[in-house]
């Protein structure tokens, strides 16, 4: 079980339609890639996914943050940043909710008729 700020991580809530990684999880595994504490290849493992989902879903946050923040805001963040505060958010419902309700699709969803994002490595 992967610890955030020493505390166990449980994953499991948050489902996202479509996917068979909640949200949960998928937060957890890329606050883990952004502290940088394990190899990319060591992390996947740990977590039992391809790298190349890895890099989907860290192109989808970024993207996704831009959005959600604005592009200025967005710059003043850095990605673990916003990680963190939106996972530890009391209000994490409620910001997905808003964020469905203004862009039409989830947070760390594929947009409906996007093309696939294509990984590639930092």
């Not at 989808?60 to 530890?88: D, M, N």
């Not at 409620?94 to 409906?112: A, C, K, T, Y």
């Amino acid at each position: 079980m992967y610890l955030l700020r020493g505390k166990p991580c449980l994953a499991t809530c948050n489902l996202l339609p479509y996917s068979p990684y909640s949200l949960r999880f998928k937060l957890t595994v890329l606050i883990a890639y952004f502290e940088r504490k394990m190899p990319v290849a060591a992390l996947c493992a740990h977590f039992g996914i391809a790298i190349s989902t890895l890099y989907s879903w860290k192109h989808r946050l970024l993207e996704h943050k831009e959005l959600l923040l604005g592009v200025l805001k967005g710059i003043e963040k850095s990605a673990l940043g916003f990680l963190r505060s939106l996972y530890t958010s009391t209000h994490f419902s409620d910001q997905l909710e808003n964020f469905f309700m203004i862009f039409g699709f989830s947070f760390l969803q594929n947009r409906p008729g996007a093309p696939a994002t294509k990984s590639n490595p930092p």
